[in-house]
Every structure is written in structure tokens, then in C-alpha cells.
Nanobody, 127 residues
Framework: QVRLVESGGDSVQAGGSLRLACVSY???????ITWFRHAPGKQRQGVAA????????FYADSVKGRFAISQDKTKNTVYLQMNSLKAEDTAMYYC?????????????????????WGRGTQVTVSS
């Protein structure tokens, strides 16, 4: 079992930047760590994902070019650097993880594929 703890959420103005962190504790033999976000009245959305084995990264179209996901294996931490923030980025951000040694194919942003979740960190962007 793995425990995920997010941090770094804050209130910023549009155009600003934040860096979120997701630290994993316990069984860290994870294959994919993904950031999701959930805004009131909207569906949960996969934002960015990283393969802990290959380092490959994946992004939702809405954040490409603005967000960057990275990992520091020595710290069991995955980061989400968010630049050029917009009001529509306002949401609770969660990290999720799963062991999927055979890959997730086109399901990397399917929340149902993940069995470990953090409690979230709030990001609020004011325009």
C-alpha cells in the first residue's frame, strides 16, 4: 500500500506560477503517477502523468505548454510545475498512482485505473 501526500497549493493571480509536490510513502514500486484536478460542478480531469520507469510524460491538451510534470526518485516525489495559470485552472489537485507494468495504453487519464490517491491540495487562480 502507498500513501500519497500533496502540497504546494495556494491562491495566485492569473499569469502566476505554482509548483505542486506529491510525495509517496510505503510501496513505491509504482509505474504511473498522475495529477488530476476536480473543480466544483465539473468532472474530474487528468492533467499530467509520468511513467516512473521510462520518465515518459503525458499532458491534457488544456495544459500543454504551461504545465510540466517531473520526478525526483531520490525523494519519492513527483512535481507539477504550473505556469501561466488561468482562472479555469482553479480546482482541487490530486495525485494518484498505480502499478501497471504492462502499461495503461490510452487509459492514463482514466481515474478508475488508479488505486492510490492523495487528499488533494487547493489551487485558486483569480483573474
Amino acid at each position: 500500500q502507498v500513501r500519497l501526500v500533496e502540497s504546494g497549493g495556494d491562491s495566485v493571480q492569473a499569469g502566476g506560477s505554482l509548483r505542486l509536490a506529491c510525495v509517496s510513502y510505503g510501496d513505491t514500486s509504482l509505474n504511473y503517477i498522475t495529477w488530476f484536478r476536480h473543480a466544483p460542478g465539473k468532472q474530474r480531469q487528468g492533467v499530467a502523468a509520468i511513467s516512473s520507469v521510462t520518465g515518459g510524460t503525458f499532458y491534457a491538451d488544456s495544459v500543454k505548454g504551461r504545465f510540466a510534470i517531473s520526478q525526483d526518485k531520490t525523494k519519492n516525489t513527483v512535481y507539477l510545475q504550473m505556469n501561466s495559470l488561468k482562472a479555469e485552472d482553479t480546482a482541487m489537485y490530486y495525485c494518484a498512482a498505480v502499478r501497471a507494468p504492462y502499461g495503461l495504453a490510452g487509459r492514463i487519464f482514466f481515474a478508475t485505473e488508479y488505486n492510490s490517491w492523495g487528499r488533494g491540495t487547493q489551487v485558486t487562480v483569480s483573474s
